[in-house]
């Protein structure tokens, strides 16, 4: 009876503990809501120092390098071949960010078993995860952003494993010239960006963790294996300590980018967001899924082009159309539009911003003082830009306008003789291709919807919360059922778990 009663205890015991376990995560109904903070699973951290003022010229280098990547196609890896949110940190603000850096934004990462975190660079202009690895000699050990650097290590996770040359990874789907395979038999690459930096390494195996909405819980501490590059070596700007990081998250189109391997297995839909904030603390929140705001409007992505490609028709100031022929912004292999979260600031098609300038110092020739400062046009003003500067918009293909405030295309650059002086954040194009940067991509919401080619953007706070869609996933891909039946067998697994602890107790008070 003695024995009977301690089974029966053992099993209430163990009810309880899980039961206790599953009331303690949210079940929200219909949206899952995350607060854009550090309380999320991977921040999106600010990359540069509030008081860290540079010139334009520098701004311009800076993104001349990020250029080079794109336009060469070397920070792209198809050169070789649930819901998940990720709070980000970092500065839209051109006067504060760094100076010859492609990095703006960055967010944390863990992977591997036991999980170790990473800083990586945000980047829809790129498509692997990579990482520095611990046998790296010539990287960076220390960083000028105050975070500490970590290296993968290969041998201490128990979960790693190589892509051999015969992997269908390696030997088909990604064999390019780019592609290399070692003497121990690793898939190997090797990165050659436009600006002379370089990283070259081995890809990899192992376990990824984040937290996803599933159904209609939140579950933590999910995990999926996904492939992912580690660099052994690195070259030019990639080996300054300055505004070092662990490495690069890309968000491009190809097959190796994590979205399109988790959405591909049916673990998250084939979508990611983003919200930047633009205000003096930076940061935002990056969503593998579908950030859910009233207004939302979209455009088709332009076909067959490595990046995300709009097609811009015509720019309107003050709700009149510019004299700029369309055809300036037609895609090609070299010219088009393109969305990209690593450059700064924004750049027209000299076709396109010799109008728009005239435009805007035209409508505000009465208001303020015009000003050359360093080469760059600039405006002496007294009072709020917002009452004297007229609102810009961008018209995409599908309907879609780009609604533009001042400051989305203005920058503060400090005061000159009493008045705060404005500069004009919009270059020409060195290249022949217009790119919309995190000038005017901060302060919305962005939904890459890469089931229906399109994207998405709607004005929103980015220090507010966000609703997340937990049911347009299961519209678009599978149902889903590889992630549930995870997360059921995780509370199985729980379950059991607690019996056996509980028996354990048991067992041993029944015998004292």
Avoid at 160 to 184: K, L
Wanted: glycine share 10%; proline share 5%.
């Amino acid at each position: 009876m003695r024995i009977f009663r301690s089974l029966m205890l053992a099993v209430a015991l163990a009810v309880a503990l899980a039961v206790t376990e599953l009331a303690a995560s949210p079940l929200p109904s219909v949206f899952a809501k995350y607060a854009a903070g550090p309380a999320k699973i991977l921040p999106l951290e600010r990359a540069f120092p509030l008081d860290e003022a540079v010139e334009l010229s520098e701004l311009r280098a800076r993104d001349r390098v990020r250029h080079a990547r794109i336009l060469l196609g070397g920070g792209r890896q198809s050169s070789v071949g649930g819901v998940v949110d990720f709070p980000v940190q970092g500065s839209s603000d051109p006067y504060l960010v760094g100076s010859k850096t492609t990095m703006l934004y960055f967010t944390k990462v863990k992977l591997g078993s036991p999980p170790t975190e990473f800083n990586v660079q945000i980047d829809t202009g790129s498509d692997i995860l990579w990482v520095t690895c611990s046998s790296c000699s010539n990287c960076p050990h220390s960083s000028g952003l105050g975070i500490d650097l970590h290296f993968f290590d290969a041998p201490g996770s128990l979960t790693a494993g190589s892509v051999t040359c015969s992997d269908p990874i390696c030997s088909s789907v990604f064999q390019t010239t780019a592609a290399q395979c070692s003497e121990n038999n690793q898939c190997g690459y090797s990165f050659r960006y436009g600006d002379g930096s370089g990283t070259s390494g081995y890809y990899m195996t192992d376990t990824f963790y984040f937290d996803a909405i599933l159904g209609e819980s939140l579950v933590a501490n999910s995990s999926a294996p996904i492939v992912f590059g580690c660099s052994t070596y690195q070259s030019g700007d990639l080996t300054k300590s300055d505004k070092a990081v662990d490495g690069i998250f890309g968000f491009g189109k190809g097959k190796l980018s994590v979205v399109s391997q988790l959405s591909s297995r049916g673990i998250t839909p084939p979508v990611f967001s983003h919200c930047l904030k633009g205000d003096g603390s930076g940061g935002g929140v990056f969503v593998l899924g579908e950030i859910l705001v009233p207004g939302m409007v979209y455009s088709p992505l332009v076909p067959s082009q490595p990046h995300y490609n709009l097609n811009l028709l015509s720019i309107g100031v003050n709700g009149q159309m510019l004299p700029i022929d369309a055809a300036v912004f037609e895609a090609s292999n070299t010219r088009g539009t393109i969305v990209d979260t690593g450059t700064t600031l924004t750049y027209l098609v000299k076709e396109a911003y010799d109008p728009f300038l005239n435009a805007i110092s035209n409508s505000v020739s009465q208001l303020v003082t015009p000003i050359i400062s360093n080469g760059e046009q600039c405006y002496l003003v007294s009072t709020s830009i917002s009452d004297m500067f007229p609102p810009v918009s961008l018209n995409f293909a599908g309907g879609a306008s780009m609604m533009l405030r001042p400051q989305d295309y203005l920058f503060h650059y400090g005061f000159y003789d009493g008045a705060s002086m404005w500069c004009i954040g919009f270059q020409k194009a060195p290249e022949e291709q217009t790119i919309l940067g995190d000038l005017v991509l901060k302060d919305k919401v962005f939904v890459y919807d890469l089931a229906r080619q399109r994207i998405g953007w709607a004005n929103y706070d980015c220090s507010m919360s966000v609703n997340v869609s937990v049911t347009s996933g299961k519209d678009i891909v599978n149902s889903g059922q590889p992630c549930l039946n995870i997360s059921a067998r995780d509370i199985l697994l729980r379950f059991f778990f607690s019996i056996l602890v509980a028996l354990l107790l048991c067992i041993f008070f029944s015998l004292t």
